[in-house]
């Protein structure tokens, strides 16, 4: 089983939907939960992040974690055509030093006007 | 503006032919890392750094050399490149010395291996 699986997509839904994206996860030693977004020919960044479990509310993008289920996701209200992206959910063990994030492939997303 | 600055964005290059992707941030961080990204495999580390001169293996360094002699530099080097590192590389900067945090990334080095 991998790390981390996330579906690649793509996702295509109209401008004003709510959007759901999500990852699974095997090592219960994650502690820190992150999004990045990526648009064409750029480099990620990062969307949202949290520590161990809850929810976390940025405008339009709300983070979930839980750690029970061993499942992470990333809402989007009234999604927008500039939400057009692939979004990457990455994680890291606590106190991990150096290797840094796991990342998942990613979720093509797609919003039409 | 903090940025982390990566060159060349493209290059074609032959199999064999020496080459370096040059990388430096201007945010003071300690840590960096470089990645690559290939279709169905995601973003893999190749290798890190948590300061200078303290360099160490990500998941995929064969066949790649890092340095980092300047806290704000880290260029990647390819001695002999060979056509399975044809991919997308990304330069990363973070503010945590154990890159635990939020990783700021370059714009990306396209690299093609004939």
């Known amino acids: 089983q991998k790390e981390v699986e996330q579906d690649p997509g793509p996702l295509s839904v109209p401008e004003g939907a709510i959007v759901s994206l999500n990852c699974t996860y095997s090592n219960s030693a994650f502690q820190y939960f992150m999004w990045y977004r990526q648009y064409s020919r750029k480099g990620p960044e990062l969307l949202m992040y949290?520590?161990?479990?809850g929810n976390k509310e940025d405008g339009r993008f709300t983070a979930q974690v839980d750690k029970s289920s061993k499942y992470i996701s990333l809402f989007i209200r009234d999604s927008q055509p500039s939400d057009s992206a692939t979004y990457l959910c990455?994680?890291?063990?606590?106190?991990?030093?150096?290797?840094?994030?796991?990342f998942g492939k990613g979720t093509t997303l797609s919003v039409s006007s | 503006e903090a940025q982390v600055t990566q060159n060349p964005r493209y290059l074609i290059t032959v199999t064999g032919k020496k080459l370096t992707v040059t990388c430096s941030q201007n945010?003071?961080?300690?840590?960096m890392s470089w990645y690559r990204q290939d279709p169905g495999l995601g973003l893999r580390q190749i290798y890190y750094s948590m300061n200078v001169e303290v360099t160490d293996k990500g998941d995929v360094p064969e066949g790649y050399k890092v340095s980092r002699k300047e806290k704000r530099n880290f260029p990647l080097i390819l001695e002999s490149p060979s056509p399975n590192q044809t991919s997308l590389y990304f330069c990363?900067?973070?503010?945590?010395?154990?890159?635990?945090?939020?990783?700021?990334f370059g714009e990306g080095s396209r690299l093609t291996v004939l």
């Open positions: 949290t520590y161990s479990s």
């Open positions: 990455a994680m890291s063990r606590l106190n991990q030093a150096g290797t840094a994030l796991i």
């Open positions: 990363a900067s973070s503010p945590r010395p154990t890159g635990t945090g939020e990783l700021f």
């Open positions: 945010m003071n961080h300690e840590y």
